[in-house]
T-cell receptor, first 114, second 115 residues
Framework: KAGVTQTPRYLIKTRGQQVTLSCSPI?????VSWYQQTPGQGLQFLFE???????NKGNFPGRFSGRQFSNSRSEMNVSTLELGDSALYLC?????????????FGPGTRLTVL | AQKITQTQPGMFVREKEAVTLDCTYD???????LFWYKQPSSGEMIFLIY??????QNATEGRYSLNFQKARKSANLVISASQLGDSAMYFC????????????FGQGTELSVKP
């Protein structure tokens, strides 16, 4: 079974630009969650999508948004990039059931904002 | 509010020895799950082990075991027979089953395995 894939793996942008990151979950998994990892703040939850609906949202500004498609693939978008958005963005997939203990991560997208 | 605390920023262990990484958690919800992940320098989060709050026995996965003490709200990871490849960051995380896939992470412990 293929794992979680994320594209692109590395990205360099300048302040004010926008960026779109993509995540393809494990086959059969319907939930996709996104996390931001920085040296200062650690790992922080951004949002979770399940069956194309946002099920949960972390404490991030509206510049951060996401969506999920009918095939469970998910994208997250960051508009008007700031230097502080430089981070490793990780997505995780899990099955449909809230009680499931599976939560597998992709390799991440490393975003650098100049 | 839910919280995960890892009090050991860094640890050293000799190859082939066992090591315990500490994790304490705080939640008022009776149903939750606890995870441990390994993050090598490449950045990928590798799932190691899971413990549900209602599980009667401590979870084990190969060389990894979870010392779950519910009354103390601790979920320590034990790695037996350490290998050089175990050098990495280790994160403890908690999921409230009512919150879907949302994980709350600790700050991590950097483990270095020496020959």
């Amino acid at each position: 079974k293929a794992g979680v894939t994320q594209t692109p793996r590395y990205l360099i942008k300048t302040r004010g630009q926008q960026v779109t990151l993509s995540c393809s979950p494990i086959s059969g998994h319907r939930s996709v969650s996104w996390y931001q990892q920085t040296p200062g703040q650690g790992l922080q939850f951004l949002f979770e999508y399940f069956s194309e609906t946002q099920r949960n949202k972390g404490n991030f500004p509206g510049r951060f948004s996401g969506r999920q498609f009918s095939n469970s693939r998910s994208e997250m978008n960051v508009s008007t990039l700031e230097l502080g958005d430089s981070a490793l963005y990780l997505c995780a997939s899990s099955p449909w059931d809230r009680g499931q203990n599976e939560q597998f991560f992709g390799p991440g997208t490393r975003l650098t904002v100049l | 509010a839910q919280k995960i605390t890892q009090t050991q920023p860094g640890m050293f262990v000799r190859e082939k020895e066992a090591v315990t990484l500490d994790c304490t958690y705080d939640t008022s919800d009776p149903s939750y799950g606890l995870f441990w992940y390994k993050q090598p320098s490449s950045g990928e989060m590798i799932f190691l082990i899971y413990q549900g709050s209602y599980d009667q026995q401590n979870a084990t996965e190969g060389r990894y075991s979870l010392n779950f003490q519910k009354a103390r709200k601790s979920a320590n990871l034990v790695i037996s027979a350490s290998q050089l490849g175990d050098s990495a960051m280790y994160f403890c995380a908690m999921r409230d089953t009512l919150e879907g896939g949302k994980l709350i992470f600790g700050q991590g412990t950097e483990l270095s395995v020496k020959p």
